[in-house]
Nanobody
Framework: QVQLVESGGGLVQAGGSLRLSCAAS????????MGWYRQAPGKQRDLVAI???????NVADSVKGRFTISRDNAKNTVFLQMDNLKPEDTAIYYC??????????WGQGTQVTVSS
């Protein structure tokens, strides 16, 4: 059974950096889009950044200029480099892989906490 395993979350002071990673534990065929989402307490899950198989990337306006998404196709891994973190970035971060066959896989989530 395929699982997405996230790592890299933690506690950091405002202005600091974290790098999240998400790797598939099994074989996933034909991954198209890889993405990161986040959910703060009491709020809906929102898109943070996505990257296509052609390396076209988009990030949410709230993190533009601070977060960078990248991927390693050979290792079925996606990364999220988060710089100049702010307290409002505090949330559980989830990765998601979408295949060309319209199947989605989600990670279990990793907590990111930014203190002021």
């Amino acid at each position: 059974q395929v699982q997405l395993v996230e790592s890299g979350g933690g506690l950091v002071q405002a202005g600091g950096s974290l790098r999240l990673s998400c790797a598939a534990s099994g074989s996933i065929r034909s991954i198209n889009v890889m993405g990161w989402y986040r959910q703060a307490p009491g709020k809906q899950r929102d898109l943070v950044a996505i990257i296509t198989s052609g390396d076209s990337a988009n990030v949410a306006d709230s993190v533009k200029g601070r977060f960078t998404i990248s991927r390693d196709n050979a290792k079925n891994t996606v990364f999220l480099q988060m710089d100049n973190l702010k307290p409002e970035d505090t949330a559980i971060y989830y990765c998601k892989f979408s295949t060309w066959f319209n199947r989605d896989y989600w990670g279990q989530g990793t907590q990111v906490t930014v203190s002021s």
